[in-house]
């Protein structure tokens, strides 16, 4: 079998002797591509060195240019000016590092190039001499290392398309050749003449090879191409002669713009040197030399001088004070010197002039560099406003400010004393009617004590709305962001504002929709402060029907763990008008005159809901009609919680007191000193302590308190109530020195006071208290703080039902503290039911303290104690 790459090799042997031109063009691409690896080697060698050398040449340049700009700062040693020169050498992005040295070779400053490629470099050290009249200093060197990157990459580049070319033309020539050899005479005959005519510009050529399909074929239609193009190139020409026609044209209409624009500039020139005459403010213009060489009509006036007696004058020999003018010389030497005062220059400042006649005035400053004719002449020109009148208005502004801050100070003053002064006698009056309802009365006589009682907290409340609204106004009443459970909330509003609702018969609805989180994020005293007041307002103005509270979803889409809640209180009450409606919010307004004689009230409770709600990023709407109740409601967004944070939240406000087991024994004995100036209030405190079975001991001021603790020791009392406004030594100092003692630092020290005012509590804090109570005293809130700090159960004792007087005869309270007793000793389950129906006659035998003990025994199930305490009564 016949190998068919030796036929191959047959008949590219064959085709070589027979065909001369594919002979001659092997050997002419041979040729060309030897010559241009020779050709290439040369160029590659001769560009190599030549870039090599202008590299080095810009290196050395630089280094030059470094070595004269850094001479200075380093004989000055001016680390900033050195710093500066080789960060803008940082511009050169060939500079690679660069490292100021000095003498001692201690490097002052480095820049090295942030790229993290390798990079070849040209390194050239340079050493400094700094020159002056006499003689050189060495002053440092500079090591710099010059990036060879773009001649290596414009090297490449050049040997690479001198080799394309030469490649590229090789293979012409070959193509050449079998072109050359495909035809004979004529058609390169052709081919010359037609070339020759197209040299001539004659375009009527002939060509034998037109046709063609070979190379002959070929060169025909590119010398056809080739008139074509020629064609193309003359009308081409002659579109460009006419164009060069039409811009000439243009050039002429441009120069006749150009010499108008001329003229108006000229004539703006002189509207501008108008307008700087007429100009407000005194427009001043002064040469290198500090010699005025402007001055319009506004700085005569100003000044006093007149534009001929000042042209040409030294600038500080005319406004410029006396104590000022060395400066003024000084700030002119260094812009003579290039240097540049930028605290002056393209700023606006306040300094003071001189008028003519000697006096002083204030007046605003700017100046600015105005370049003139020549390439480096320039001027300053200053714009001076006259402004005594707005430093007259400004002053009168500050001490108006000051006025009104002293004003503002004697307002807070005068709450905080009106406070202290309402609260003081209303403690006694809440106080003694809390210590009355606990006793046994007439239904009479419980029905005026609750009477009074009520009245009294009214009152309160109306004191509260009060310093609330001071507060608002004076902008010191802030929202906290705590954790809270917004069922306790509700439960709190419901709690406290469904008597007045059951009292008016209506029915009363508090609703939460199912989709809305109870753990959440805000200020829960002040979100139930503005819902109970909302539901308050309704009960006032509802005569019949219902109320609902109810909150649910609020429209809007809330931002990643937070939630929009809406809150609505709807009521069937009178309803108002649109005009009512719009001086709703208003403070100590109501929406008629009538409003207030039906209703009562002091017009605050909206006022002050309304502002809480803005503080806390909402604010609140009404729809009403009259005639048909009213729904308002506010949307809220508040963040997300959940119950761990919850129960953080309770552990830091109650303390670390509040995890240690309440006994549930019989009650220990506790020991609290009270230290309170007002007798009343003495004894309106001691009577809601000994209820709990506390002993007390009463002191009159602070300075009576620190020498009953020094006497008895850290271990006489179990808790101190200091009352902080007392004559001789108030609660602050005497609780300032109290914790000097550092036998005394375990001892509970609570703040009460009656100037509930913004602040106040933080400053006991700090001082060293541990908790704080308002007067007039709330028992619920003082028995909670008790508990906490005393680390046992105290509980509000609810008042008193009124007497039964078929069941206060002497006879049937003993019968019935007989029957108890048998109930208790049989361990009877009946036992608190019977309590229940017989307490009141119980409660003609026992002390109110005593009687408050059996309740708790009874609470708690312990039945021995109770029993204990009934055979008091028998005398066992």
């Given at each position: 079998m016949n190998d068919p790459h030796a036929g191959l090799l047959v008949r590219i042997q064959r085709l070589w002797r027979r065909n001369i031109l594919l002979r001659l063009g092997v050997g002419i691409f041979l040729a060309v591509a030897l010559s241009t690896a020779v050709y290439t080697t040369y160029i590659m060698r001769s560009l190599s060195a030549e870039a090599e050398q202008n590299l080095q040449e810009r290196a050395e340049r630089l280094a030059a240019v470094l070595s004269q700009a850094l001479a200075r700062p380093l004989f000055d040693i001016n680390s900033a000016a050195i710093n500066s020169v080789v960060d803008a050498s940082g511009a050169t992005p060939e500079v690679l590092v660069l490292r100021v040295l000095a003498p001692n070779g201690t490097e002052v400053a480095s820049y090295v190039s942030p790229t993290d490629v390798p990079v070849a470099a040209i390194k050239v050290h340079r050493d400094i001499?700094?020159?002056?009249?006499?003689?050189?200093?060495?002053?440092g060197s500079i090591d710099l290392a010059f990036s060879r990157e773009q001649i290596d990459r414009d090297l490449r580049r050049q040997i690479f398309n001198?080799?394309?070319?030469n490649l590229l033309l090789a293979l012409a020539i070959v193509v050449s050749i079998f072109l050359v050899g495909r035809r004979a005479a004529r058609p390169f005959a052709d081919i010359q003449t037609s070339l020759e005519k197209l040299?001539?510009?004659?375009?009527?050529?002939?060509?034998?090879?037109?046709?063609?399909?070979?190379?002959?074929?070929?060169?025909?239609?590119?010398?056809?191409?080739?008139?074509?193009?020629?064609?193309?190139?003359?009308?081409?020409?002659?579109?460009?002669?006419?164009?060069?026609?039409?811009?000439?044209?243009?050039?002429?209409?441009?120069?006749?713009?150009?010499?108008?624009?001329?003229?108006?500039?000229?004539?703006?020139?002189?509207?501008?040197?108008?307008i700087v005459d007429t100009a407000l403010d005194a427009v001043v213009r002064m040469d290198l030399s500090g010699n005025i060489v402007g001055w319009n009509t506004q700085a005569e006036r100003t000044f006093g001088w007149s534009r001929e007696e000042v042209m040409g004058m030294s600038l500080d020999q005319t406004i410029i004070p006396q104590r000022f003018r060395y400066e003024h010389r000084r700030g002119m030497q260094r812009l003579a010197a290039g240097n540049s005062v930028t605290r002056v220059l393209d700023a606006r400042i306040e300094v003071v002039a001189l008028r003519r006649n000697g006096d002083e005035f204030p007046i605003e400053l700017a100046i600015t560099k105005v370049r003139s004719d020549g390439e480096h002449s320039y001027e300053f020109c200053a714009f001076i406003r006259d402004i005594s009148d707005r430093r007259e208005r400004e002053?009168?502004?500050?001490?108006?400010?000051?006025?009104?801050?002293?004003?503002?100070?004697?307002?807070?003053?005068?709450?905080?004393?009106?406070?202290?002064?309402?609260?003081?006698?209303?403690?006694?009056?809440?106080g003694m009617a809390y210590l009355a309802l606990r006793t046994e009365m007439t239904p009479k006589q419980h029905d005026y004590i609750t009477k009074i009682h009520r009245a009294a907290l009214s009152l309160l409340g109306i004191i509260n709305d009060i310093l609330d609204f001071s507060k608002i106004e004076a902008g010191r009443l802030e929202v906290e962001q705590i954790p809270f459970l917004l069922d306790d909330v509700l439960s709190n509003v419901s709690s406290v504002t469904t008597q007045r609702a059951s009292d008016k018969h209506l029915r009363y609805l508090v609703t939460t929709a199912d989709d809305v989180p109870r753990y959440l994020v805000g200020d829960p005293l002040r979100l139930g402060q503005v819902l109970i007041n909302l539901a308050n307002n309704a009960v006032k103005f509802t005569e019949q029907g219902e109320l609902e509270l109810h909150c649910q979803l609020a429209p809007g889409k809330a931002p990643d763990g937070m939630v929009r809640l809406r809150f609505s209180v709807r009521d069937t009450g009178i309803g108002m008008t649109a005009q009512q409606k719009g001086r709703l919010f208003r403070a100590f307004s109501q929406a008629n005159g009538s409003t207030t004689r039906n209703y009562g009230g002091t017009g605050l409770g909206l006022?002050?809901?309304?502002?809480?709600?803005?503080?806390?990023?909402?604010?609140?709407?009404?729809?009403?009609?009259?005639?048909?109740?009213?729904?308002?409601?506010?949307?809220?967004?508040?963040?997300?919680?959940?119950?761990?944070?919850?129960s953080v939240q309770a552990v830091l406000h109650q303390g670390a007191v509040a995890d240690l087991p309440l006994e549930t024994s019989e009650r220990r004995t506790a020991r609290v000193l009270l230290a309170e100036d007002s007798p009343v209030n003495q004894y309106v405190t001691r009577e809601l302590l000994e209820l709990q079975g506390l002993q007390v001991d009463a002191v009159a001021n602070g300075q009576e308190a620190l020498d009953r603790l020094k006497k008895v020791g850290p271990q006489g009392y179990d808790l101190v109530l200091m009352d902080l406004a007392m004559p001789v030594m108030d609660g602050h100092e005497a609780t300032r020195l109290l914790r000097q003692d550092k036998r005394f630092d375990e001892l509970p020290l609570i703040a009460v006071t009656s100037r509930a005012l913004a602040g106040m509590q933080a400053r006991c804090i700090e001082e060293g208290m541990q908790d704080y109570i308002t007067k007039p005293i709330d028992p619920q809130r003082l028995y909670g703080v008790l508990s906490r700090w005393l680390g046992m159960s105290i509980r509000v004792i609810p008042p008193l039902p009124p007497r039964d007087d078929k069941l206060a005869v002497a006879g049937d309270a003993r019968q019935a503290a007989a029957g108890l007793r048998k109930l208790l000793a049989e361990f009877s389950g009946e036992s608190g039911d019977y309590f229940e129906r017989v307490r009141p006659a119980l409660a003609t035998l026992l002390t109110p303290v005593q009687m408050s003990r059996l309740a708790d025994y009874m609470e708690h199930y312990q039945f021995e104690a109770a029993a204990k305490l009934l055979a008091v009564l028998d005398g066992e």
């Amino acid at each position: 079998m016949n190998d068919p790459h030796a036929g191959l090799l047959v008949r590219i042997q064959r085709l070589w002797r027979r065909n001369i031109l594919l002979r001659l063009g092997v050997g002419i691409f041979l040729a060309v591509a030897l010559s241009t690896a020779v050709y290439t080697t040369y160029i590659m060698r001769s560009l190599s060195a030549e870039a090599e050398q202008n590299l080095q040449e810009r290196a050395e340049r630089l280094a030059a240019v470094l070595s004269q700009a850094l001479a200075r700062p380093l004989f000055d040693i001016n680390s900033a000016a050195i710093n500066s020169v080789v960060d803008a050498s940082g511009a050169t992005p060939e500079v690679l590092v660069l490292r100021v040295l000095a003498p001692n070779g201690t490097e002052v400053a480095s820049y090295v190039s942030p790229t993290d490629v390798p990079v070849a470099a040209i390194k050239v050290h340079r050493d400094i001499s700094f020159s002056d009249a006499r003689r050189s200093y060495a002053v440092g060197s500079i090591d710099l290392a010059f990036s060879r990157e773009q001649i290596d990459r414009d090297l490449r580049r050049q040997i690479f398309n001198t080799v394309a070319a030469n490649l590229l033309l090789a293979l012409a020539i070959v193509v050449s050749i079998f072109l050359v050899g495909r035809r004979a005479a004529r058609p390169f005959a052709d081919i010359q003449t037609s070339l020759e005519k197209l040299t001539r510009g004659e375009t009527d050529i002939k060509l034998s090879g037109i046709g063609r399909e070979d190379q002959v074929g070929r060169l025909s239609g590119a010398v056809l191409r080739f008139r074509d193009a020629l064609t193309r190139v003359r009308d081409a020409e002659r579109e460009l002669r006419d164009l060069n026609s039409v811009l000439e044209e243009r050039i002429a209409t441009r120069t006749r713009e150009l010499t108008e624009s001329m003229q108006r500039l000229g004539d703006s020139q002189a509207k501008l040197q108008t307008i700087v005459d007429t100009a407000l403010d005194a427009v001043v213009r002064m040469d290198l030399s500090g010699n005025i060489v402007g001055w319009n009509t506004q700085a005569e006036r100003t000044f006093g001088w007149s534009r001929e007696e000042v042209m040409g004058m030294s600038l500080d020999q005319t406004i410029i004070p006396q104590r000022f003018r060395y400066e003024h010389r000084r700030g002119m030497q260094r812009l003579a010197a290039g240097n540049s005062v930028t605290r002056v220059l393209d700023a606006r400042i306040e300094v003071v002039a001189l008028r003519r006649n000697g006096d002083e005035f204030p007046i605003e400053l700017a100046i600015t560099k105005v370049r003139s004719d020549g390439e480096h002449s320039y001027e300053f020109c200053a714009f001076i406003r006259d402004i005594s009148d707005r430093r007259e208005r400004e002053q009168k502004l500050l001490n108006a400010n000051v006025m009104a801050e002293a004003a503002n100070i004697a307002k807070s003053e005068f709450l905080a004393n009106m406070s202290h002064e309402i609260r003081t006698p209303m403690s006694a009056v809440i106080g003694m009617a809390y210590l009355a309802l606990r006793t046994e009365m007439t239904p009479k006589q419980h029905d005026y004590i609750t009477k009074i009682h009520r009245a009294a907290l009214s009152l309160l409340g109306i004191i509260n709305d009060i310093l609330d609204f001071s507060k608002i106004e004076a902008g010191r009443l802030e929202v906290e962001q705590i954790p809270f459970l917004l069922d306790d909330v509700l439960s709190n509003v419901s709690s406290v504002t469904t008597q007045r609702a059951s009292d008016k018969h209506l029915r009363y609805l508090v609703t939460t929709a199912d989709d809305v989180p109870r753990y959440l994020v805000g200020d829960p005293l002040r979100l139930g402060q503005v819902l109970i007041n909302l539901a308050n307002n309704a009960v006032k103005f509802t005569e019949q029907g219902e109320l609902e509270l109810h909150c649910q979803l609020a429209p809007g889409k809330a931002p990643d763990g937070m939630v929009r809640l809406r809150f609505s209180v709807r009521d069937t009450g009178i309803g108002m008008t649109a005009q009512q409606k719009g001086r709703l919010f208003r403070a100590f307004s109501q929406a008629n005159g009538s409003t207030t004689r039906n209703y009562g009230g002091t017009g605050l409770g909206l006022s002050i809901s309304q502002q809480l709600v803005r503080l806390m990023g909402g604010n609140i709407e009404v729809e009403s009609r009259p005639g048909f109740g009213s729904t308002f409601y506010f949307d809220l967004q508040l963040a997300r919680s959940d119950a761990a944070a919850l129960s953080v939240q309770a552990v830091l406000h109650q303390g670390a007191v509040a995890d240690l087991p309440l006994e549930t024994s019989e009650r220990r004995t506790a020991r609290v000193l009270l230290a309170e100036d007002s007798p009343v209030n003495q004894y309106v405190t001691r009577e809601l302590l000994e209820l709990q079975g506390l002993q007390v001991d009463a002191v009159a001021n602070g300075q009576e308190a620190l020498d009953r603790l020094k006497k008895v020791g850290p271990q006489g009392y179990d808790l101190v109530l200091m009352d902080l406004a007392m004559p001789v030594m108030d609660g602050h100092e005497a609780t300032r020195l109290l914790r000097q003692d550092k036998r005394f630092d375990e001892l509970p020290l609570i703040a009460v006071t009656s100037r509930a005012l913004a602040g106040m509590q933080a400053r006991c804090i700090e001082e060293g208290m541990q908790d704080y109570i308002t007067k007039p005293i709330d028992p619920q809130r003082l028995y909670g703080v008790l508990s906490r700090w005393l680390g046992m159960s105290i509980r509000v004792i609810p008042p008193l039902p009124p007497r039964d007087d078929k069941l206060a005869v002497a006879g049937d309270a003993r019968q019935a503290a007989a029957g108890l007793r048998k109930l208790l000793a049989e361990f009877s389950g009946e036992s608190g039911d019977y309590f229940e129906r017989v307490r009141p006659a119980l409660a003609t035998l026992l002390t109110p303290v005593q009687m408050s003990r059996l309740a708790d025994y009874m609470e708690h199930y312990q039945f021995e104690a109770a029993a204990k305490l009934l055979a008091v009564l028998d005398g066992e």
